[in-house]
Every structure is written in structure tokens, then in C-alpha cells.
């Protein structure tokens, strides 16, 4: 079992900056991706952020490049998300996830398991 547990999260205005950490506990052994989404009132949750080890690589949704930059702590087991430049529409509720054999790293049903969520208002 894994737990998963966001902080970071706040309210800013337009232009602001933040940063999202996500601490991983439990089973955290073997190659996993681990990501970033995002989910406001009445829209589905997507994904912003991902980082994929198998590749070694970082993705990004096309909403959030060049503002959002995510990075992993590997001996901390942990995931960060700096978002800079923030704007209303990044307004939501942001959860990190962790997942093994991942396909679509950007895809929400890829990952098994998920955080309780940091809330990002940007005004």
C-alpha cells in the first residue's frame, strides 16, 4: 500500500508562483512514474505533470509548459510541482499519483494510487 500526502497549496493572484510537494510512504520500491493533476468544479481531472524514470524524461500537458516545472526526490521519495505565472484558469484542487507500469503517463487512470489534493486559487 502506498500513501501519498500533497502540501503546497494556496490562494495567489494572477502571476504568482507556488509549490506543490507530494511525500510518497509505504511500498515505494521498483519503477514508478509519478505525476501531477489537476481538477476543477465540474470539469474532469487531467493531468498536468508527470515525470517517467523508464525514460527519463518529464511531460507536460501544453496548458502548463514553461510555467510548471516538476522534479522528483528520489531519496525522499517525494515529487514536487513549482507553478509560476499562475493564472485563474489554473484555479483547482491538485493531486499527485503514483503508478507502475504506466502507459499514458498523462492519463488519470493510469496511476493506482492518489493524495487527498492541495487546493491552487489564483485570483
Known amino acids: 500500500h502506498v500513501q501519498l500526502v500533497e502540501s503546497g497549496g494556496g490562494s495567489v493572484q494572477a502571476g504568482g508562483s507556488l509549490r506543490l510537494s507530494c511525500a510518497a510512504s509505504?511500498?515505494?520500491?521498483?519503477?514508478?512514474?509519478m505525476g501531477w493533476f489537476r481538477q476543477a468544479p465540474g470539469k474532469e481531472r487531467e493531468g498536468v505533470a508527470a515525470i517517467d524514470p523508464r525514460a527519463g524524461r518529464t511531460v507536460y500537458a501544453d496548458s502548463v509548459k514553461g510555467r510548471f516545472t516538476i522534479s522528483q526526490d528520489n531519496a525522499n521519495n517525494s515529487v514536487s510541482l513549482q507553478v509560476t505565472s499562475l493564472k485563474p484558469e489554473d484555479t483547482a484542487m491538485y493531486y499527485c499519483a503514483l503508478g507502475w507500469a504506466v502507459r499514458d503517463v498523462l492519463r488519470a487512470y493510469e496511476y493506482r494510487y492518489w493524495g487527498q489534493g492541495t487546493q491552487v486559487t489564483v485570483s
Open positions: 509505504g511500498y515505494t520500491f521498483g519503477t514508478y512514474c
